[in-house]
């Protein structure tokens, strides 16, 4: 058996995590919309088509605020297309995943779903092959109150009262070769920086993220970030990152490890930003916004897992079956984000139905919960409040993470690797939440955690999610197979907590003030 000490202070705060830290994100991708969180006639359905058993485990999830219209899909939308009476809006191909669109859900029905779900909306704008006038017109029809050509169109199609949107995206992925327009740092940087200036003029209460990479390992990150923020820094709040992690070469220890890649890529996105910050003499801060992070990579390398041909609306695409050592992933990752709740202030998982998502659904039959579903829905109820800057004395291990970027094989070396990786988050009335991840595949590890300044502490909730085959999963006939249990045996004196964690395991203490 291993052992772990772990010391941490209620004083010694990383930063306080931003509601928006557990948000989620739904594209016009596959079965997401139509079939996921939209289908009129589907027994659940309400009044106006969103599936009531999709909804109650959205609930559960416990996302936060969640991104929309894409995603790939966003670089070639033509958002008027999805306004106005369903049965005049235009089917168009879509080139982001080689399907019909069928525009009979846009943006105001999104708006009315937020609403039931209790989520707040984050729209992207299409800054591939559209601009600032598309953008700028979006946000009058969003925000504007009335008056105006646009939000007089938005009224009169129902709407009266403004979305009052205000988190934007500038584009998606505007680096990537796969996205309709890409464009080089400079020309991405110059096309955000008016659409934002002209965005922020018609609404100056919106808060706006530019695009950063789309993964660590492209070409260009780096130079990227620089230039893009270079661009944009009199301008945007927030620039954006997105990790997808794999598990290509079934080697698990070193898939459980890439998440501390996810916090060295965090790490290096801060430092350009604050470098040009440096250069700037200025005291601004730019805010990180994950807007995409996931496992993804068994419906990602195909193109037949990716595109249906003969152009079909809503097709079974990137439908990614999670099994127990994927939640064990995400749930590093979820540690990774809480641990930099003082720069990330926005993060979405991809995404929230049916394509790379935490919930899956039978179009016309019933909805369920993945193996990812409980690690997000633990740290959403229970991660909220002050991270604790945790001191971690844990046995380590070398590893080295396969990533490759388009044919390129690429392998980054993950070096002392903590067996346990936690967050420790401090919550409003006192207690204090323990997200905890065994990476040792074979062995347990006896925890020793020292917790001050806290006053008495008592286990209010003690849970764990593992299995003995971590290739298990959650489907339709076998919907409980992966799910929290009890964790036995945690124990609390003064201000020492002692628990006991299984091989492989993801757990969860949550410490009540007595
Ligand atoms: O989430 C799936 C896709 O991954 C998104 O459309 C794109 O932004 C990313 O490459």
Redesign the pocket.
Known sequence: MRKAKVLMDRDFVIGQTDPRLFGAFV?H?GRCVYGGIYEPGHKTADEKGFRKDVLDLVKELGPTIMRYP????VSGYNWEDGVGPVDQRPARLDL?WFTTEPNTFGTNEFMDWCKVAGVEPMMAVNLGTRGGDAARNLVEYCNHPGGTYWSDLRRAHGWEKPHGVKFWCLG??MDGPWQMEYKTAAAYGAVAREAAKMMRWVDPTIELAACGS?ARNMPTFGHWEDTVIEHTFDHAEYISL?TYLNNYKQDTAAFLAAPDLMDRFIDEVVAIADSVAAKRRSTKRMMLSFD?WNVWYRTRRKRADRVKEGWPVAPPI?EEIYTMEDALAFGGACISLLNHADRIKSACI??LVNV?APIMTETGGPAWRQTIFFPFAHVSRLGRGKVLRAQVESETYDSAYYDPRGTDEQTFPVSNVPYLKLAAVAGESGGLSLFLLNRDLSQEIDISLEARSFGRLAVGEALELRHDDLQATNTKDAAERVKPAPLQGVSVEGGQIRARLKPASWNVIHLSAN
Do not use: P, R
Request: charged share 20%.
């Open positions: 594209e991708l894409g995603g790939n899909f982001a998606n992925e789309s997105h995409e990137l991809a995404q790379i």
